[in-house]
């Protein structure tokens, strides 16, 4: 008889040293999956989110210590009215109904973006979520919202200016460390491993700055379509990489520090 794969262990194909650190994703094509089946747009980001929460689940399962989604962009804001309320009620509906699960399997929370624009009781809600699991240590969950990337460096700029100005920092000290530091998925590793569904080909102002060493993976499932079976071809496909760093052999891929 042919056993069942049991997917709440890392796959044996995979080699637990090389697993990536942190992978991040943009989760793309939920609208295409709604209208491929005549269902409305907002179908596809409510069975998005099944996808989501399974993934997070490989990745607490499989050794990957921080996943980083992008979930809403500051450029999403010019969609129909009616598909942002949505997708606002929809983050709102989840965080109330994962927080205990998140919190039991030792989740830890945040959300990268600007927040001050969302409704106030999501703003409440997500706080809330950032500081209950702020002390769990088995993988770091990071969710953009209203997040843009460029905006996150401006934001890290003027931050590192005001320092300057006050005379807390010295010119010579700007460097890549300090506009490291000043990034809101500081202290996290970079991404190891970049996930972009749908077939789209482009980073939509996601981590441009943390992105810039990461090994890039497209594929055109459509994101509601991604499941664990996906991801492992994903991760297969990162551990055959040679990651060069500039050198001339390769490195292996290491694990990085969280
Ligand atoms: C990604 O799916 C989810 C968000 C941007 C919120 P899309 O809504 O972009 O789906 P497509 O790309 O239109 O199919
Ligand atoms: C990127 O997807 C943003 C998120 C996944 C949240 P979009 O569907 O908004 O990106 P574009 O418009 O195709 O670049
Ligand atoms: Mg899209």
């Not at 689940?57 to 969609?79: H, M, P």
């Not at 702020?134 to 200016?161: K, M, T």
Request: glycine fraction near 6%; hydrophobic fraction near 40%; include cysteine.
């Amino acid at each position: 008889m042919i056993q069942p794969i049991n997917y709440s262990t890392l796959p044996a194909d995979l080699h637990p040293e090389t697993i990536p650190a942190h992978v991040a994703v943009i989760m793309d094509g939920n609208g295409r999956w709604a209208s491929q089946r005549g269902l409305p747009r907002v179908a596809g980001h409510r069975q998005g989110a099944k996808t989501v929460k399974e993934l997070l689940r490989c990745c607490k399962d499989w050794g990957i210590g921080a996943l980083t989604v992008y979930a809403f962009s500051t450029e999403n804001w010019q969609r129909p009215m009616a598909e942002v309320t949505f997708l606002l009620r929809l983050f709102d509906r989840l965080l109330r109904r994962e927080l205990a699960e998140m919190q039991r399997q030792g989740v830890r929370i945040q959300f990268l973006g600007d927040l001050s624009p969302l409704p106030e009781r999501l703003q409440d809600l997500m706080q809330e979520a950032m500081a209950v699991t702020s002390r769990n240590q088995r993988v770091r969950f990071n969710v953009a919202v209203n997040y843009g990337g460029r905006q996150e460096l401006v934001n890290a700029a003027r931050a590192i200016a005001q320092q300057v100005v006050s005379g807390t920092l010295s010119l010579d000290a700007v460097n890549e460390t300090a506009l490291a530091c000043a990034l809101q998925t500081h202290p996290l590793p970079d991404p190891d491993l970049l996930i972009r569904t749908s077939g789209e080909q482009r980073l939509s102002n996601f981590l441009p700055w943390q992105l810039a060493y990461t090994e890039l993976y497209f594929t055109n499932l459509l994101w509601p379509d991604f499941d664990h079976a996906a991801f492992h071809q994903a991760l297969q496909w990162y551990q055959s990489r040679q990651r060069r760093f500039g050198r001339l052999t390769a490195t292996p891929t290491a694990q990085g520090v969280l």
